[in-house]
């Protein structure tokens, strides 16, 4: 088995990528009071979050580690799973209750707006704290060298043929926007 790297550059990235989402926390916050950007936000977290960020740790991290013998049925990776739905779960909910909040103006559209949010975010600063502080260290201490060019190689993968270059980038220019 070859050495494994402390600062391995599959794990810079995804660390970046978690403050580019950090950075956009805030929006997400004022989403349920103003709806400004409310489309563009949620865009950011189907896309950016869920299917580019999530995908590469669901699609190609997770089963790397599988196969040197993280369990990913149980502990932390089963634990990332289960947020990970559960994210997917709230973003989509409070997609459903933006049309009815803004244009019906409905009342009981914007309370679960104002409770959903909140939850998220809080979900999502929890999250991103466990792979920092678990993941991250785990998977540098766990995968070689190989399973980190490995990882690279899907990542650009997974996000060239999802989004592409150019809205990879826009996506963290919104962030870096949005403060």
Known sequence: MEETGRDMEFTEQLREEHRV???????????????????????FFQVFVDQCHHGKEELYL????????????EGLLRELLVEH??????????AGLIHPATV?????????????????VALLQEHIEKEDTQLWP??????????????LAGFADLQQ???GERD?????CWARLWR
């Open 21 to 43: 989402i950090e950075k956009a926390l805030p929006m997400l916050e004022r989403l349920a009071s103003t709806f400004v950007g409310a489309e563009q936000v949620l865009e």
């Open 62 to 73: 997770f089963p790397a580690l599988e196969t040197r013998g993280v369990k990913r049925r």
């Open 85 to 94: 739905g559960v994210t997917r779960r709230y973003v989509r909910d409070i």
């Open 104 to 120: 019906d103006e409905n009342r009981d559209a914007r309370q679960l707006l104002d409770d959903l949010v909140p939850e998220l």
């Open 138 to 151: 785990l998977a540098e201490q766990t995968l070689t060298a190989e399973d980190g060019a490995a990882l």
């Open 161 to 163: 043929n999802l989004i």
């Open 168 to 172: 990879y980038r826009r996506y963290l």
